[in-house]
C-alpha cells in the first residue's frame, strides 16, 4: 500500500505510531473543565507557561500563529505580497537582530519564562503533526519580544499603509488597504468598572472587565504555579501572560486610552551626493539608514524577495513624506520598549497589593491603555498610561509638529503623581469608557484645564454618558447585579437624536416612523422594532456626519448638532434601506442583529441562509455598555457581528474570588470541538456562567486531566 492510497486521517494515525513520545521536560498539568477552558497548573512559572501556551496552541494554533506573523512583520510569508506594506511598516520597529540583543540583555527570570514560551510552542507543532504551520516551523524565544502588550491594535498601526508605501517606492494593494480598514465608525477598546465595598451588598470590592475587541481575540484560561502565581482571564492568542483577568489578592482592566503618546515629526530634508540629512536647529544630521529584506510567498508556492532601504531621524523611522509639495518627512515617535513591556505584562499577574502593582506600573512600557483596579482591601483606581511623555504646551500634537525645533522634542515621562489617576474616589466607583479622565468618578473628578491636552485626544462619548448615569445612583451592588448593570440596555445617544427629530404631518411618509422612535424608551430588546428603525438611522446619520468631521472631531458631538433637516433626511433613508432589506420597515431587532460562527475561519464568512442566532445587545455607538459591532456583507441582508464584547467577566475580591464569565463562541477555534460555539447562546442575551478558580470549584466540572 503506499501513502497515497491512505486517507488523511489514516496517514496520521500511521505517523503518529511511528513517531517516538516527544516528552516534556516540564512539570506541568492540564485540566479542562466543562466548558473546555484550560486550567494550568505548573511547578515553576515556566512550567506554566509552557502548559499556557501549550494549552493555547491545542485551541487555536492557526490564530497564535496569525498574531506572531503579524507582529514580527512576516505575514507577507504566508499571505501573499499584498502584505508586504504591513509587514514593511511593522519591520521599521521590529529587528529581529534587536530582539535578540533584547532577550540576551534581559533578566534571567523572564529568559527562562521566553524559553519556555518557545518550547511550548515547539513541543506543539512536534507532536501534532496535522496542524502544519505556514511559516514559523520553529519558535525561538526572542520572539516573544515582538509581542509584548496585548492590546487589539499596537501604536505602530498608527502608520498609515497607503502614504508608507508611496514613500518608499511603491503601492498598497486595495486588498491590503481593505484589510487595514476596521469599521472606525464601531468603537474599538472596552469598558472597565471598579466599585468600592461602600457601594456593594457584601462590602467586597467588585470589578467588571469587558473588552471591545474582535470576536475570538483572547483564550480563557487559569495559570498557576508553585512559585506564587495564580491568575484566571484572557489572554492575546500567542502571549503567555493574562491580559486582562484577576488573581487571589487583585484584578485588572484595560481600556484603550483617549492619551496621545504618538508623535509625527516633520523632518525637514536635505540631500548631499547619496546621503540624506534632516534639520536640528541649525545643523543637519545624517538620517539612518537600515536595509529591509522581506520574503513573500507567490501564487504558485514559491517565495520572492524584496529589500528596502528605511529611514529613521533620532525621532522614529520615516513613515510618510509631508502632504503636497512640501520635500519634507514624517517621523513617528511611540514607545518601544520591548523587554520592559513584556516585564510588566508578566508581573502584574503576580501583584499581591495595590503598592506592588502600582510599582510594577513604574516599567513606564505601558503606553495605550488605561487600567482599572480593585483589590480585596477594597481598593480600587483607575490608572492612566504610566507611558506619557512630557511635552511643550506652545506645540499642538495632534498634527505633525516641526521636528528642527528642539523644544518640540519629548521631555522625558510624567511620574505618579504627575498623571491624573484616581484610586479610592470619595464616589466609591471608577470606571473608563476609552474617554477622559475628568469624570471617571462622577462630573467633576478633575478640572481639564489643570492637565496637559495630551491627556485626553478623544473627548466624551455616549458610553460615559450611560456610566454616570448608572454608577451614580448605584448601591448594593453583587455580581448579578454588576453584570446587569454592564448590559443595561439604555442608549443614550438616541435620547438627544429623537428629540431633535421633528414632528411632521400625519400625510407625510415618516410621521409613522417618528412616531415609533418618539414613543420608543431608547433600550435595546430582541422585539423591538423601534431598535432596528433606530440602528440604521443612526448609521445613516453617522456616516453623513463622518464626510465632513475633521481628523480629531468627535463624531457624537456632531451627531448631537446635526439639523433637523440632515436627521430627516438620515430617516428616510433609513426607512428606505430596512423596507429593500426585510420587505418593510418594522422589523424586529433579533432578525437584524446576529451572531454567526460557522467556520474557524480567522476572517469568518457570512451567509443569510447559515445558522446564526439573534443577539439582544446593540453597538456600543448609540450608548451602550455591552458592544456588539455589525455590518451588512456582499449579499447578507442582515448584520453579522465581528467586535465588541469578548471575554466578560465580573468579580468579588472577598476573603474568596468570586466571578462570572462569558467568552464569544467558545474555549476552542476548531469548529470540530464541542467548545467551538458552547457559549453561543449566553453570549448572545447577555449572561455569564461560574468561572471556576480554587480546586474546589473545579470539582464535578471536570472533563479531562493531562501532561503534555
Given at each position: 500500500?503506499?501513502?497515497g492510497?491512505l486517507?488523511?486521517?489514516?496517514?496520521?494515525?500511521?505517523?503518529?505510531?511511528?513517531?517516538?513520545?516527544?516528552?516534556?521536560?516540564?512539570?506541568?498539568?492540564i485540566?479542562?473543565?466543562?466548558w473546555?477552558?484550560?486550567?494550568?497548573?505548573?511547578?515553576?512559572?515556566?512550567?506554566?507557561?509552557?502548559?499556557?501556551?501549550?494549552?493555547?496552541?491545542?485551541?487555536?494554533?492557526?490564530?497564535?500563529?496569525?498574531?506572531?506573523?503579524t507582529?514580527?512583520?512576516?505575514?507577507?510569508?504566508?499571505?501573499?505580497?499584498?502584505?508586504?506594506?504591513?509587514?514593511?511598516?511593522?519591520?521599521l520597529?521590529?529587528?529581529?537582530?534587536?530582539?535578540?540583543r533584547?532577550?540576551?540583555?534581559?533578566?534571567?527570570?523572564?529568559?527562562?519564562?521566553?524559553?519556555?514560551w518557545?518550547a511550548?510552542?515547539?513541543?506543539?507543532?512536534?507532536t501534532?503533526?496535522e496542524?502544519?504551520?505556514?511559516?514559523?516551523?520553529?519558535?525561538?524565544?526572542?520572539?516573544?519580544?515582538?509581542?509584548?502588550?496585548?492590546?487589539?491594535?499596537?501604536?505602530?498601526?498608527?502608520?498609515?499603509?497607503?502614504?508608507?508605501?508611496?514613500?518608499?517606492?511603491?503601492?498598497?494593494?486595495?486588498?491590503a488597504?481593505?484589510?487595514?480598514?476596521?469599521?472606525d465608525?464601531?468603537?474599538?477598546?472596552?469598558?472597565?468598572?471598579?466599585?468600592?465595598?461602600?457601594?456593594?451588598?457584601?462590602?467586597?470590592?467588585?470589578?467588571?472587565?469587558?473588552?471591545?475587541?474582535?470576536?475570538?481575540?483572547?483564550?480563557e484560561l487559569e495559570?498557576?504555579?508553585?512559585?506564587?502565581?495564580h491568575?484566571?482571564?484572557?489572554?492575546?492568542?500567542?502571549?503567555?501572560?493574562?491580559?486582562?483577568?484577576?488573581?487571589?489578592k487583585l484584578?485588572?482592566?484595560?481600556t484603550?486610552?483617549?492619551?496621545?503618546?504618538?508623535?509625527e515629526?516633520?523632518?525637514?530634508?536635505?540631500?548631499?551626493?547619496?546621503?540624506w540629512?534632516?534639520?536640528?536647529?541649525?545643523?543637519?544630521?545624517?538620517?539612518?539608514?537600515?536595509?529591509?529584506?522581506?520574503?513573500?510567498?507567490?501564487?504558485n508556492g514559491?517565495?520572492?524577495?524584496?529589500?528596502?532601504?528605511?529611514?529613521?531621524?533620532?525621532?522614529?523611522?520615516?513613515?510618510?513624506?509631508?502632504?503636497?509639495?512640501?520635500?519634507?518627512w514624517?517621523?513617528?515617535?511611540?514607545?518601544?520598549?520591548?523587554v520592559?513591556?513584556l516585564?510588566?505584562?508578566?508581573?502584574?499577574?503576580?501583584?499581591?497589593?495595590?503598592?506592588?502593582?502600582?510599582?510594577?506600573?513604574e516599567?513606564?512600557?505601558?503606553?495605550?491603555?488605561?487600567?482599572?483596579?480593585?483589590?480585596?482591601?477594597?481598593?480600587?483606581?483607575?490608572?492612566?498610561?504610566?507611558?506619557?511623555?512630557?511635552?511643550?504646551?506652545?506645540?499642538?500634537?495632534?498634527?505633525?509638529?516641526?521636528?528642527?525645533?528642539?523644544?518640540?522634542?519629548?521631555?522625558?515621562?510624567?511620574?505618579p503623581?504627575?498623571?491624573?489617576?484616581?484610586v479610592?474616589?470619595?464616589?466609591?466607583?471608577?470606571?473608563?469608557?476609552n474617554?477622559?479622565?475628568?469624570r471617571?468618578?462622577?462630573?467633576?473628578?478633575?478640572?481639564?484645564?489643570?492637565?496637559?491636552?495630551?491627556?485626553?485626544?478623544?473627548?466624551?462619548?455616549?458610553?460615559?454618558?450611560?456610566?454616570?448615569?448608572?454608577?451614580?445612583?448605584?448601591?448594593?451592588?453583587?455580581?448579578?447585579?454588576?453584570r446587569?448593570?454592564?448590559?443595561?440596555?439604555?442608549?443614550?445617544?438616541?435620547?438627544?437624536?429623537?428629540?431633535?427629530?421633528?414632528?411632521?404631518?400625519?400625510?407625510?411618509?415618516?410621521?409613522?416612523?417618528?412616531?415609533l422612535?418618539?414613543?420608543?424608551?431608547?433600550?435595546?430588546s430582541?422585539?423591538?422594532?423601534?431598535?432596528?428603525?433606530?440602528?440604521?438611522?443612526?448609521?445613516?446619520?453617522?456616516?453623513?456626519?463622518?464626510?465632513?468631521?475633521?481628523r480629531?472631531?468627535?463624531?457624537?458631538?456632531?451627531?448631537?448638532?446635526?439639523t433637523?433637516?440632515?436627521?430627516?433626511?438620515?430617516?428616510?433613508?433609513?426607512?428606505?434601506r430596512?423596507?429593500?432589506?426585510?420587505?418593510?420597515w418594522?422589523?424586529?431587532?433579533?432578525?437584524?442583529?446576529?451572531?454567526?460562527?460557522?467556520?474557524?475561519?480567522?476572517i469568518?464568512?457570512?451567509?443569510?441562509n447559515?445558522?446564526?442566532?439573534?443577539?439582544?445587545?446593540?453597538?456600543?455607538?448609540?450608548?451602550?455598555?455591552?458592544?456588539?459591532?455589525?455590518?451588512?456583507?456582499?449579499?447578507?441582508?442582515?448584520?453579522?457581528?465581528t467586535?465588541?464584547?469578548?471575554f466578560?467577566?465580573?468579580v468579588?475580591?472577598?476573603?474568596?474570588?468570586?466571578?462570572m464569565?462569558?467568552?464569544?463562541?467558545?474555549?476552542?477555534?476548531?469548529?470540530g470541538?464541542?467548545?467551538?460555539?458552547?457559549?453561543a447562546?449566553?453570549?448572545?442575551?447577555?449572561?455569564m456562567?461560574?468561572?471556576y478558580f480554587?480546586?474546589?470549584?473545579?470539582?464535578?466540572?471536570?472533563?479531562?486531566t493531562?501532561?503534555?
Amino acid at each position: 500500500m503506499t501513502f497515497g492510497a491512505l486517507s488523511r486521517s489514516a496517514l496520521l494515525a500511521l505517523l503518529a505510531v511511528a513517531r517516538p513520545a516527544l516528552a516534556s521536560s516540564h512539570d506541568v498539568t492540564i485540566t479542562r473543565d466543562d466548558w473546555g477552558i484550560a486550567h494550568v497548573e505548573g511547578r515553576t512559572d515556566a512550567d506554566a507557561v509552557f502548559g499556557a501556551i501549550y494549552a493555547q496552541a491545542e485551541d487555536d494554533f492557526p490564530r497564535i500563529e496569525a498574531n506572531l506573523l503579524t507582529a514580527l512583520g512576516r505575514r507577507a510569508e504566508a499571505e501573499g505580497e499584498d502584505f508586504l506594506w504591513q509587514d514593511l511598516r511593522q519591520r521599521l520597529w521590529i529587528d529581529p537582530d534587536a530582539l535578540k540583543r533584547d532577550y540576551a540583555s534581559s533578566p534571567a527570570w523572564l529568559r527562562k519564562l521566553m524559553d519556555a514560551w518557545a518550547a511550548g510552542l515547539n513541543h506543539y507543532i512536534a507532536t501534532h503533526p496535522e496542524d502544519r504551520p505556514k511559516v514559523l516551523t520553529r519558535f525561538e524565544p526572542w520572539m516573544a519580544l515582538s509581542f509584548t502588550e496585548g492590546s487589539i491594535g499596537g501604536d505602530i498601526e498608527k502608520a498609515a499603509l497607503k502614504p508608507l508605501a508611496a514613500f518608499y517606492g511603491g503601492e498598497a494593494s486595495p486588498l491590503a488597504l481593505a484589510r487595514e480598514m476596521v469599521r472606525d465608525d464601531e468603537p474599538r477598546g472596552s469598558n472597565g468598572i471598579a466599585i468600592a465595598p461602600k457601594r456593594t451588598a457584601n462590602g467586597n470590592a467588585l470589578l467588571l472587565i469587558n473588552p471591545h475587541t474582535s470576536l475570538f481575540f483572547r483564550s480563557e484560561l487559569e495559570m498557576k504555579s508553585g512559585e506564587g502565581l495564580h491568575a484566571y482571564g484572557a489572554s492575546t492568542w500567542g502571549q503567555f501572560f493574562i491580559y486582562q483577568g484577576f488573581n487571589e489578592k487583585l484584578g485588572w482592566m484595560h481600556t484603550t486610552s483617549g492619551a496621545d503618546n504618538v508623535d509625527e515629526f516633520v523632518e525637514q530634508v536635505s540631500r548631499k551626493g547619496d546621503a540624506w540629512f534632516y534639520r536640528r536647529g541649525n545643523a543637519l544630521k545624517p538620517f539612518v539608514k537600515r536595509p529591509v529584506t522581506l520574503r513573500f510567498r507567490k501564487g504558485n508556492g514559491s517565495f520572492g524577495e524584496r529589500t528596502f532601504t528605511t529611514y529613521a531621524s533620532e525621532h522614529g523611522p520615516i513613515v510618510r513624506a509631508e502632504s503636497g509639495d512640501s520635500p519634507d518627512w514624517i517621523a513617528l515617535s511611540l514607545m518601544h520598549r520591548p523587554v520592559a513591556a513584556l516585564s510588566q505584562s508578566w508581573l502584574r499577574t503576580k501583584a499581591r497589593d495595590q503598592a506592588e502593582f502600582l510599582k510594577i506600573g513604574e516599567f513606564r512600557a505601558n503606553s495605550s491603555n488605561n487600567t482599572l483596579y480593585a483589590d480585596g482591601k477594597g481598593n480600587i483606581a483607575l490608572l492612566m498610561p504610566q507611558f506619557a511623555p512630557r511635552r511643550d504646551a506652545r506645540f499642538d500634537y495632534r498634527a505633525p509638529v516641526d521636528g528642527s525645533d528642539f523644544r518640540a522634542d519629548w521631555k522625558g515621562l510624567y511620574g505618579p503623581q504627575e498623571r491624573p489617576d484616581v484610586v479610592n474616589p470619595q464616589s466609591g466607583w471608577v470606571y473608563n469608557s476609552n474617554d477622559a479622565p475628568w469624570r471617571a468618578a462622577g462630573e467633576g473628578t478633575f478640572d481639564p484645564a489643570r492637565w496637559p491636552a495630551t491627556f485626553d485626544q478623544v473627548g466624551a462619548n455616549p458610553r460615559g454618558d450611560h456610566a454616570l448615569e448608572l454608577l451614580g445612583k448605584a448601591q448594593g451592588l453583587d455580581l448579578e447585579s454588576l453584570r446587569a448593570l454592564a448590559y443595561d440596555p439604555h442608549m443614550p445617544l438616541f435620547d438627544d437624536l429623537i428629540a431633535g427629530l421633528p414632528q411632521v404631518a400625519a400625510t407625510d411618509p415618516l410621521s409613522r416612523p417618528v412616531a415609533l422612535l418618539k414613543g420608543w424608551d431608547r433600550r435595546w430588546s430582541a422585539g423591538s422594532q423601534a431598535m432596528s428603525l433606530a440602528h440604521y438611522w443612526g448609521d445613516e446619520l453617522e456616516a453623513e456626519v463622518r464626510r465632513t468631521l475633521p481628523r480629531t472631531g468627535n463624531v457624537f458631538a456632531a451627531m448631537r448638532a446635526t439639523t433637523e433637516q440632515l436627521r430627516t433626511a438620515a430617516l428616510a433613508r433609513a426607512v428606505a434601506r430596512l423596507q429593500a432589506d426585510f420587505g418593510g420597515w418594522q422589523v424586529p431587532w433579533s432578525e437584524v442583529n446576529r451572531y454567526q460562527r460557522t467556520t474557524s475561519d480567522i476572517i469568518q464568512p457570512f451567509a443569510d441562509n447559515k445558522p446564526s442566532l439573534p443577539v439582544v445587545f446593540s453597538s456600543a455607538r448609540w450608548g451602550s455598555l455591552a458592544s456588539f459591532g455589525t455590518k451588512q456583507y456582499a449579499g447578507s441582508r442582515r448584520w453579522y457581528g465581528t467586535s465588541g464584547n469578548s471575554f466578560v467577566a465580573v468579580v468579588e475580591f472577598g476573603p474568596r474570588v468570586r466571578a462570572m464569565a462569558v467568552s464569544s463562541g467558545g474555549a476552542s477555534g476548531r469548529e470540530g470541538s464541542a467548545h467551538f460555539n458552547d457559549q453561543a447562546e449566553l453570549y448572545a442575551s447577555g449572561q455569564m456562567r461560574a468561572v471556576y478558580f480554587y480546586p474546589e470549584d473545579l470539582k464535578g466540572h471536570i472533563e479531562k486531566t493531562y501532561r503534555p
